[in-house]
């Protein structure tokens, strides 16, 4: 039974997600300008898009939070890797201002 529990939940997160790009890829993508058809197409990221363009390219995130960051209060959505506490070990890190995507890193291991 847990098993059966197990696979229908993964089952649901991953037809949930592919039905929210699939909405996105049928409702939006067709009046995004060439240059974000083009990003979203090869997955890479441009400065300026917003968060239902940077999660066509990249995905749902493991964490979405608001930090402080050179002054100003922006969110930060983080993908794996991310070790045993994702939310506070991403390496992958996407930042928005007003929705907009301001820049991106990956964090490299210090050692």
């Known amino acids: 039974m847990k098993a059966l529990l197990t696979v229908s939940l993964a089952l649901f997160l991953l037809l949930g997600c ?8 049928r409702d939006k993508y067709p009046s995004y300008p060439a ?13 300026g898009m917003d968060q ?3 999660y066509l390219v990249l995905g ?4 979405k939070k608001t930090v402080q960051r050179k002054g100003k209060q922006v969110e ?3 993908y ?4 045993r506490e994702p939310c506070l070990t991403a390496k992958h890190r996407v930042y928005f ?5 301001t820049e991106w890193e990956v964090k490299q291991e210090v050692k």
């Open 35 to 47: 240059p974000i058809k083009q990003a979203i197409d090869e997955s890479y990221l441009l400065t």
């Open 76 to 78: 930060v959505w983080l």
């Open 97 to 101: 201002e007003q929705g907009r995507l």
């Open 80 to 83: 794996p890797p991310g070790g």
């Open 18 to 25: 592919a039905t929210d790009r699939d909405r996105l890829m």
């Open 52 to 54: 239902e363009q940077v």
């Open 60 to 63: 749902p995130a493991m964490c």
